[in-house]
C-alpha cells in the first residue's frame, strides 16, 4: 500500500462546530504531517509528527489540535473556526530518517469550507 | 526565512513542446524535490534528486539538482493534455522533516 488516505474528502462547518479530519498511512513512515493550502499557494506546513510525537508546530491557533493515535493515524481536531481557515488541507507521511527521508507523500486532502 | 524562487509562474503551450521550469533559492539545499498537483488533488511526488549535479529522469520528465546546491530545473518533453497542473519545486537543508516549496508553475496544454 502506497497511499495516504484522507477523510472526508469535502467538510462544510459553521463557525461554532467541531469535527476532525483523519489520515492514514499503511507505508510504514514514522514522520506525518498536516499542511494547510490556500488557491493558487503551495502548501504550507502546520504540524510535523515524528514517532507519534509531535515534533513542530508552526505557530499554528489552537483552534487546530493534532493528534496522533498510532504509527498509522493522524487526526486534526477542528473547533471554532474562522471563515479564513477555509482551505484544502492536507496530509502527507515520510521515513524520519534515512536518506529518503525528505520524500513526502501527500494525501488527496480535505477540502474545508467554513461559512 | 528561505524562500524557493520558482519560475516562470504560468505557462501556455501547444501539446507536443517541451517545457522547462526551474527553482533557485539563495541558500543551499540538500534535497530537491519536484511535485505536481492537479486541482482538488495532493501534490504527487514525481523526482527526487539527492546530490548536486544529479540528473534524474522519469519517463518525459528530467530533472536536474544544480551544481552550486542553490537551483535546480525540472523538463517536460513532448508534453501532452494530462501535463497539465501546478508544479511546485520543494527543498530540504536538513532542517528535520521540512521542506521549503517554491511558488508553483502553472502548466496549460493546449491540444
Not at chain 1, 469535502?10 to 476532525?20: A, E, I
Not at chain 1, 506546513?45 to 515524528?50: E, G, P, T
Not at chain 1, 473556526?81 to 494525501?107: I, K, M, R, V
Request: net charge neutral; glycine share 8%.
Amino acid at each position: 500500500d502506497t497511499e495516504v488516505t484522507q477523510t472526508p474528502k469535502h467538510l462544510v462547518m459553521g463557525m461554532t462546530n467541531k469535527k476532525s479530519l483523519k489520515c492514514e498511512q499503511h507505508m510504514g513512515h514514522r514522520a506525518m504531517y498536516w499542511y494547510k493550502q490556500k488557491a493558487k499557494k503551495p502548501p504550507e506546513l502546520m504540524f510535523v509528527y515524528s514517532y507519534e510525537k509531535l515534533s513542530i508546530n508552526e505557530s499554528v491557533p489552537s483552534r487546530f489540535s493534532p493528534e496522533c493515535p498510532n504509527s498509522s493515524l493522524l487526526n486534526l481536531h477542528l473547533h471554532a473556526l474562522q471563515p479564513e481557515d477555509s482551505a484544502l488541507y492536507l496530509c502527507a507521511s515520510s521515513h524520519p530518517t534515512g536518506s529518503s527521508y525528505n520524500e513526502q507523500f501527500f494525501g488527496p486532502g480535505t477540502r474545508l469550507t467554513v461559512l | 526565512g528561505q524562500q524557493l524562487n520558482q519560475s516562470p509562474q504560468s505557462m501556455f503551450i501547444q501539446e507536443g513542446e517541451d517545457v522547462s521550469m526551474n527553482c533557485t533559492s539563495s541558500s543551499i539545499f540538500n534535497t530537491w524535490l519536484w511535485y505536481k498537483q492537479d486541482p482538488g488533488e495532493g501534490p504527487v511526488l514525481l523526482i527526487a534528486l539527492y546530490k548536486a549535479g544529479e540528473l534524474t529522469s522519469n519517463g518525459r520528465l528530467t530533472a536536474q539538482f544544480g551544481i552550486t546546491r542553490k537551483d535546480s530545473f525540472l523538463n517536460i518533453s513532448a508534453s501532452i493534455p494530462s501535463d497539465v497542473g501546478i508544479y511546485f519545486c520543494a527543498g530540504n537543508n536538513n532542517a528535520g522533516n521540512m521542506l521549503t516549496f517554491g511558488g508553483g508553475t502553472r502548466l496549460m496544454v493546449k491540444p
